[in-house]
């Protein structure tokens, strides 16, 4: 430990880089589809029919209570056997990351539909709005803006769970920092290195949550 | 698509079982490491002094803001050469961990902390308690009240970061998982096992932590 | 799906404006009620005042009326046709003649992610079919009448107290209401917010509206009301005009209930 050699990390500057683009790609992609997905779950759950709402809830319940890693595991080795197609390290992480992303988020929409107080829809009655203008004007638009700051936290939970997908060969910059550490032997600079990435990335993010939190708390006071 | 066959679930079952207990053993022993260490660290950022709370507030944000994997793998591979420590993996996995823990947990006392009534505080000075009194019967037993909910949350959380030792060598559940999959061929079989091992755990401990808060939410109102 | 004919006011006799006979309402499946048989009518030249202590079932009168609650048992008819009844533990509504009913609440309700301007057509154009541009111009004459003018393009959040209650009026009298409730509208207000509510309700009064307040502020019940009725235990315990009943309440428990708010909060001059 007593030459530590930092110049390595510099030396493999574009490897890196280029593993760092990638979790950047992996968690923007599967933000987006997640947060899609998640709507949709979160509508399901609201559903007049027992059948769908249970099956939602079962859909949350197990990726949630499961470890991503298990899902992943799960979409890379069980489903290729299942649907009878090669589904690569890049697909199973989309397909694993988004599955993980919709639960979460789909708990963010739930929460944030149920913090809408009854005096909203009082009024909307007292307006006499019909029900699919309520929920179309009033409700959803309340609820999409009260779960923003939930979802923006989430995409960090998506971007720090992203280092999961390098179990299954997926280049990015987790499995990058390891290969390098091996061909080096530099473990110490490179993770090191790494490590201050991810905060740097992770800590900048949750600022700029929590700065959205407080306008948009400031904005739905009614 | 092969045919499902549970039967041989039954002669890898030791060895399922034996990762269980790996699993249980390190989400018991960081979770203790976890509240002590969480509750230290929460009053050293709500304490009044400086050269306590910055460092801690430091080590929360970055316990925080970096993928649990990146700093296992850190761990794993730093300490013993930074430190010419070589511990068992099992032990080393309690370590860091719990020290992931922690920063959640100590973010969780640190919320309950703020949302006690500044009154009960003024209260408690008015009727001259010490500062070590205020906190010790006035602070932290309401404290601990608000925070239950999510620490048992956090607490499952880590249980599902266990699996992620898997990936450093330390043979819980995921990875005796990964060596029945590999041996027996039945990757659909062991992972969907896995999966139904971790949310019998999960699923009931949220189950039990939802019930707290509704029960606190009630109790606290007063 | 129909096109409904609107339903017109004031074709009856006067005395008939509303009739709410033998109203129940209660919670909890049934173990809590609220209102407990309550009979009340009311003419179109009325403001009635509805006061009471809490609990006694003012705020619950109010919603029934506007059709938020579903009734146990009773009927309320509008110019002596059915508007609200009680059917086998349904609750049936004329639609019609509740989008003539304007409510403001003790809570402002506006809609905070829309801006003033769209807080008042929302309505108007999204469920009575009125074109977007008549709409926004009823907007603007309303704020104008009423001085809130400089606020069209402002959020509820930008807004004080008194002026989220008066854009919260102003929504209602989008539709052309025939009769406004206004349950508790100025509790939520700081004291120096509350006048220029009230001036604002005083205003439609002047006007003509009629209108049931619930209030806890005595001085605004007896500056408006054409009557004054108390309301405990889920029936009205007494009903007289201001004068009267502010003088010499008949019931010993209107007695008691005015004594303590009148020594409660000292008489504004």
Known sequence: MDNLDFSVVWKFRDALAWGLMMSLLLSGICSLAGTVLGFFIALCQQSRFRAVRWAAALYVEVLRGAPTLITLFWVFFCLPIILGVEINAFW???????????????????????????DQYDACNALGLAPATRTFYVIAPQALIRAIPNILSNVISLFKESTLVSAVGMVELMYTAQSISNITARPIEILTAVALIYFVIGYGFSWVVSSVELRIRARVQS | MQNLDYFFIIQAWPLFLKGLWVTLYLTFWANVAGLIGGALLALCTTGPYRLLSAPAKLYIEFF?????????????????????????????????????????????????IQTIPRAHVDAAVALGLTPFERTAYVIMPQALRYAIPVLITNGIGLFQQTSLVALVGVDELMYNGRLISTSTYRP??????????????????????????????????? | MTVL??????????????????????????????????????TSKDRLVVIGPSGGGKSTLLRCIMGLENIAAGAIDINGEPYI????????????????????FQSYTLFPHLNVLKNLTLAPVRSRGVPRSVAED????????????????????????????????????????????????TSALDPELVSEVIAMIIELADGGMPMMIVTHDMWFARRIATRVVFCAGGTIAEDAPPEEFFARPTSQRARDFINNVLHANAEPA
């Open chain 3, 138 to 185: 009823r907007a603007r004459e309303i704020m104008r009448r009423f001085g809130l003018d400089q606020k069209l393009t402002a959020y509820p959040s930008e807004l004080s107290g008194g002026q989220k209650q008066r854009v919260a009026i102003a929504r209602a009298l989008m539709l052309d209401p025939k009769l406004m409730l206004f349950d508790e509208v």
């Open chain 1, 92 to 118: 199973s992480s989309i397909i694993a990351l988004t599955l993980y992303m919709g639960a979460i988020t789909s708990e963010s929409f739930r929460s944030s539909l149920k913090s809408i107080g009854q």
């Open chain 3, 5 to 42: 004919q609107p339903f017109v006011w004031g074709r009856s006799m006067a005395d008939h404006f509303l009739k709410i006979r033998g109203l129940e309402k209660s919670y909890a499946m049934g173990v809590i009620k609220v209102l407990n048989g309550l009979d009340l009518t009311m």
């Open chain 2, 64 to 112: 925080r803001c970096t993928p649990a994997l990146v700093q296992i793998v850190w761990f794993f591979f730093c300490v013993p050469i930074l430190f010419d420590v070589f511990w068992s993996p099992i032990f080393m996995g309690v370590v860091i961990l719990g020290m992931n823990l922690s920063a959640f947990n100590a973010e969780a006392f640190r919320a309950a």
């Open chain 2, 188 to 222: 659909i079989e062991t992972y969907t096992f896995l999966v139904l091992f971790y949310l019998a755990v999960s699923i009931p401990i949220g189950r039990l932590a939802a019930f707290i808060e509704a029960r606190s939410d009630r109790a606290l109102k007063a």
């Open chain 3, 85 to 104: 009844g009680a059917d086998n533990g349904a609750t049936r509504i004329d639609r019609r003649i509740q989008k003539q009913i304007g409510m403001v």
